[in-house]
Nanobody
Framework: QVRLVESGGGSVQPGGSLRLSCAVSGLTWSPYCMVWFRQAAGKEHEGVARIDSDGSTRYADSVKGRFTISKDSRTLYLQMKNLKAEDTAMYYC????????????????????WGQGTQVTVSS
């Protein structure tokens, strides 16, 4: 079974940077899709970045050019730069044993595994 544990969140000023980490264990699926989701207060989960088992990446328009998703053998990362107030949210990593598909941004309910989240707060 897959276990995902997020870390690295915190409070930063607008324009700042932060790197989130997701410790991954038990991920033996092939193919797979891994997504960084976020949930702002009172809003639905929103996918912001994805990476699949061949290393292909894709980003939501709201973060493209500012966020970078990457992974190594044990950890999924989200490098966040030029942070904005609207990036404030709880950030989660999630995984599923399937291709990501075109509707990944709104696919939180379909993922098989997810972490407990790490809070990112961007304010002055």
């Amino acid at each position: 079974q897959v276990r995902l544990v997020e870390s690295g969140g915190g409070s930063v000023q607008p324009g700042g940077s932060l790197r989130l980490s997701c410790a991954v264990s038990g991920l033996t699926w092939s193919p797979y899709c891994m997504v960084w989701f976020r949930q702002a207060a009172g809003k639905e989960h929103e996918g912001v970045a994805r990476i699949d088992s061949d290393g292909s990446t894709r980003y939501a328009d709201s973060v493209k050019g500012r966020f970078t998703i990457s992974k190594d053998s044990r950890t999924l990362y989200l490098q966040m730069k030029n942070l904005k107030a609207e990036d404030t949210a709880m950030y989660y990593c999630a995984a599923d044993g399937a291709l990501c598909g075109d509707r990944w941004i709104h696919a939180w309910d379909f993922f098989s595994a997810w972490g407990q989240g790490t809070q990112v707060t961007v304010s002055s």
